[in-house]
């Protein structure tokens, strides 16, 4: 099925009803039309209980959120419904969306570890299932995470992918491939709203820390462990690695060269909504370093197709370090993280209401 935004922006998923366009940040709405009756909010723990004895529940969550636009635990339950069709984009949206309707700051805490630890069940769960689902979207959460909890240096990102990482220390090696690959994306995907080169730093180590932690072990464990690794999972691994990697080195380079001040003074000329063009070509580096890591996997591989592409990852690394220094304040509207919940589309029944 295909869903069209108002914007004119498509998307090829199957809606629950409920969704939201990640261009516009508009709400919308493709399903069947709403009974005029008024339905009460759904139970975040009924929701989830809902969610591992994978029951459908998507009608009862629409009319919930239909009913009680302005209920954080509404729009949670359609997060919640997404998530059993193995969109963890949309339900990172959803829940985001729950985040800006809570008032009450002890709550808004608590709904955060809610959801990491039900993101942390819902992707470990679904792997050993080996069902596929989509990355979560995490920018607009971590943004509303930091500007409403400063004090929360580790931030929403690096805090959902340590825990995922504990969690999965225990599972097969398989398993842990994959989780510990996903944690690097988590934690960058947190990136573009700290426009500070020096968070950049700090997210790049803790990624290839990771995947260090993953392949090598210290001590007398090391060689039994190594051997736990397949060949193929370790050179993989390293090799999806190898834009952080690189980032990493050079933004080391570029921040011992450079006063702090002055870092500070650049990253305060970008924008902190994750629309920053020097992100950008990070995120390009790591996208096509990602397509090179399973190029170089192939057997019969095209050197010099794996000789141009990794040209293009360094020069994308380059630009992201020039565009900062030089103060560049370049940007990518179609970036943009959620800023404030989305406007509900008004329905005629809704209209009747007023």
């Not at 004119?8 to 709403?34: D, H, M, Q, S």
């Not at 059993?84 to 608590?110: E, H, K, M, P, Y």
């Not at 510990?180 to 180590?205: A, E, F, Q, T």
């Not at 592409?309 to 179609?334: C, H, M, N, W």
Request: proline fraction near 5%; charged fraction near 30%.
């Amino acid at each position: 099925m295909v869903c069209i935004c108002s914007c004119g922006k498509e998307y090829g998923f199957e809606p629950v009803g409920y969704w939201c366009c990640p261009l516009c940040w508009r709400l919308n709405y493709t399903g069947a039309p709403f009974e005029e009756v008024s339905s009460p909010e759904i139970d975040p723990d009924s929701a989830e209980e809902m969610y591992r004895s994978d029951t459908d529940f998507d009608r009862e969550a629409n009319l919930s959120a239909h009913s009680n636009p302005g209920s954080w635990k509404s729009w949670y339950a359609i997060g919640i419904a997404y998530a059993r069709r193995l969109n963890l984009f949309q339900t990172g949206i959803f829940w985001t969306c729950s985040l800006c309707l809570i008032d009450r700051d002890d709550v808004a805490r608590s709904f955060l570890e809610r959801t990491k630890r039900m993101f942390v069940e819902i992707m470990i769960r679904d792997r050993l299932r080996n069902r596929k689902y989509n990355a979560p979207h995490l920018a607009s959460m971590e943004y509303h995470c930091i500007r409403r909890f400063p004090e929360m240096s580790e931030g929403y990102c690096n805090s959902l992918a340590d825990m995922l990482y504990d969690s999965a220390s225990s599972l097969d090696v398989d398993t842990r491939f994959s989780m510990v690959n996903l944690c690097s994306r988590i934690r960058i995907s947190g990136m573009p709203v700290h426009p500070d080169l020096i968070s950049y730093r700090d997210c790049l180590k803790r990624i290839v820390d990771d995947v260090d932690r993953f392949c090598f072990e210290t001590g007398d464990n090391r060689s039994r462990l190594r051997r736990a690794v397949s060949k193929r999972h370790f050179q993989l691994s390293l090799w999806l690695t190898m834009p952080y990697r690189v980032a990493l080195t050079d933004t080391e380079r570029v921040i011992s060269d450079t006063n702090v001040s002055e870092i500070r003074r650049l990253a305060a000329l970008q924008p902190d909504d994750g629309t920053a063009g020097f992100v950008n070509h990070l995120n390009n580096a790591i996208h096509k370093g990602g397509e090179l890591a399973l190029m170089r996997a192939e057997r019969r591989r095209d050197e010099e197709k794996v000789t141009e592409l990794e040209d293009d990852v360094f020069e994308e690394i380059r630009q992201y370090l020039d565009k900062y220094i030089a103060g560049s304040q370049d940007t990518v509207p179609e970036n943009r993280v959620m800023t404030g919940p989305p406007q509900l589309p008004e329905t005629s029944w809704m209209r009747a209401r007023r």
